[in-house]
């Protein structure tokens, strides 16, 4: 889970390794080169400790802040690939019931093929369908196959052509 970290704890004008930004945010040593390993965060990576600036970590939990409370067009997902929110390729996306009320929009990303999801509102699944093409699945994708059970023979599935357009 995204979770907000304490920005005003950390003082501009300062330089920071990886275990004193861990220690003023309270997570994990790990947490932190993932984020420089990402390129979210700059670094100064040439010689250990890696060394962050103040102001530097600053813009990053600010930009990383904005980015979680920002409000995404409904039928857009965020790609973690390129840290921007982009419509499932070739419009469509498949739909995975999680409870009642709620359900995981998964598409791919059109710039970076990354796989994106995000937890939808089952209300608002109509409005999704009227933009982009969603696939409802079953609970589990493991339960969802065409397999007939009268046979053992598996049937693969993973050339499965979703009539994509060409781009131009
Ligand atoms: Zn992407």
Redesign the pocket.
Known sequence: MAKKFPANRIKTHRVYDVWEIACALGCHRQTVIRWIKAGSLRAETTKKPWLIEGKDLKAFLGARHTTITAKLVLHHCF??????P?EPDGKIADFTQQTPETGRLTGL??????L?NKVVKRVDLEAIRAKIEVTIQKASPRLVSRADPRSNVTISHKGQTHGKTQQG
């Open positions: 790609c973690l690939g390129c840290k921007a982009r990303c059109p710039e970076c093929g990354a994106m």
